[in-house]
């Protein structure tokens, strides 16, 4: 089982940045994947960006060159840097990770993009 702890959400204006962190218990084994999924209302769940078991970087081509991801092994922990916010980067984001061949997820955290 693990357990993930989201934070950074907020309110931004266009053009604007934050952080997203994430962070999971302890783990006996190193975690596969972990990355970030947002969902905007009415919309499905998609996936934003995630860092995969050879530690190589997949982002959505709609937050390609603005979101940079990073992961710290030794912590447990993955962070998203969004820069140049947009509104339709609007949504609930979700921290996710794949252990042990399960899937987990965050509780989400709000980014609401507007002036």
């Known amino acids: 089982q693990v357990q993930l702890v989201e934070s950074g959400g907020g309110l931004v204006q266009p053009g604007g940045s934050l952080r997203l962190s994430c962070a999971a218990s302890?783990?006996?084994?190193?975690?596969?994947?972990m990355g970030w999924y947002r969902q905007a209302p009415g919309k499905p769940r998609e996936l934003v960006a995630t860092t995969i078991e050879t530690d190589n970087a997949y982002y959505a081509d709609s937050v390609k060159g603005r979101f940079t991801i990073s992961r710290d092994d030794a912590k447990n922990t993955v962070a998203l840097e969004m820069n140049s916010l947009k509104p339709e980067d609007t949504a609930v984001y979700y921290c996710?990770?794949?252990?042990?061949?399960?899937?987990?997820w965050g509780q989400g955290t709000q980014v609401t993009v507007s002036s």
């Open positions: 996710h990770v794949v252990y042990a061949g399960y899937d987990y």
């Open positions: 302890r783990t006996t084994f190193r975690i596969a994947d």
